[in-house]
């Protein structure tokens, strides 16, 4: 595990860890790293929500489940964490009729804390949305309160400008011009 007491800045290695997961998909335990994932040179969602069975939650699951295709064209992984215990998630993906990527476990917060979006009030994580790039840098990170949920539609158009290499202006969308020749984050 990285130091925990690093900040988590784009540009730099996001920290590492391995937790348990339920893989939706094939119905089944297992563990994730994040150092083999970064190893597969892949774009990697990383959103921490703050528990299963919640009432702006399973709109943001269902919003990136929904939305899974258009990331994976884009050679884009998609990983939920909250600090919910793995038959929480086998529970709460049957409830919500399935889900297309793994939902891993942080009952420990060690991810949480790691990242630095652990709410010490509540002792869960705050609703936050890390884009990791290929070579296991950040790439951008937005942490929203608990009331408010985030917006796949906008975590899709950062990772599309993000992967452009170059200026993007404000709203800019796949297909538009960006400003300059190719520049890395």
């Not at 990983?79 to 793994?102: K, M, N, Q, Y």
């Not at 990791?132 to 400008?161: C, H, K, Q």
Request: proline share 6%; hydrophobic share 40%; glycine share 8%.
């Amino acid at each position: 595990m990285s130091d925990v007491t690093t900040v988590v800045r784009v540009g730099h290695k996001v920290p590492s860890f391995e937790l348990e997961t339920f893989e939706p998909t094939k119905q089944d335990f297992g563990t994730i790293s994040l150092d083999k994932l970064k190893a597969e040179g892949r774009w990697t969602i990383l959103f921490f929500y703050p528990a299963d069975f919640t009432f702006v939650c399973p709109t943001e699951i269902r919003g990136f489940h929904a939305r899974r295709a258009e990331f994976a064209e884009r050679d884009c992984q998609i990983l939920g964490v909250s600090v919910d215990d793995i038959e929480s998630h086998r529970a709460w993906v049957t409830e919500l009729g399935g889900v297309g990527f793994p939902l891993l476990s942080d009952p420990e917060r060690v991810a949480a804390r790691a990242y630095k979006v652990l709410n010490e009030a509540d002792d869960r994580a705050f609703r936050a949305t890390f884009v990791i790039g290929p070579e296991g840098r950040l790439a951008y990170l937005v942490v929203s309160p608990m009331n408010v949920g985030r917006s796949v539609d906008e975590t899709l158009r950062v990772l599309d400008a993000l992967r452009t290499g170059r200026l993007c202006p404000a709203d800019w969308r796949a297909g538009d011009p960006t400003l300059d020749p190719a520049l890395q984050y």
